[in-house]
């Protein structure tokens, strides 16, 4: 069973950047494609990036390519979702979510317990 855990967000201004950080246990880590969600209030779960089991692919949510980025690093086991120029609608809850290698972009079978970024406007 593979555990994350969220680590990293808080309350920003808009414009800020802030980093989440994903920590994994159970399963190793350089087999699984690590990826993050977010649940924007009244709104529904969405994906928004993918980092491949290699680290040799990534993928981001079209609306957000340029301003979010995702990384990871193997020595830690922790995957990582940069954001920049943070705006009032990226105020959501944000989920790390993991999956095996031969899994489609956006579909993981853990999931981390979630943690919240709130932009000020």
């Known amino acids: 069973q593979v555990q994350l855990v969220e680590s990293g967000g808080g309350l920003v201004p808009a414009g800020a950047s802030l980093t989440l950080s994903c920590a994994a246990s159970?399963?190793?880590?350089?087999?699984?494609?690590m990826g993050w969600y977010r649940q924007a209030p009244g709104k529904d779960r969405v994906w928004i990036a993918q980092?491949?089991?290699?680290?040799?692919?990534?993928y981001i949510t079209q609306s957000l390519k340029g301003r979010f980025a995702i990384s990871r690093d193997d020595a830690k086991s922790t995957v990582y979702l940069e954001m920049n120029d943070l705006k009032s609608e990226d105020t959501a809850t944000y989920y790390c979510?993991?999956?095996?290698?031969?899994?489609?972009?956006?579909?993981?079978?853990?999931w981390g317990q979630g943690i919240q970024v709130t932009v000020s406007s």
């Open positions: 980092i491949s089991w290699s680290g040799g692919t990534t």
């Open positions: 979510g993991a999956g095996d290698r031969w899994s489609g972009v956006g579909n993981y079978d853990h």
């Open positions: 159970g399963s190793p880590f350089s087999t699984l494609n």
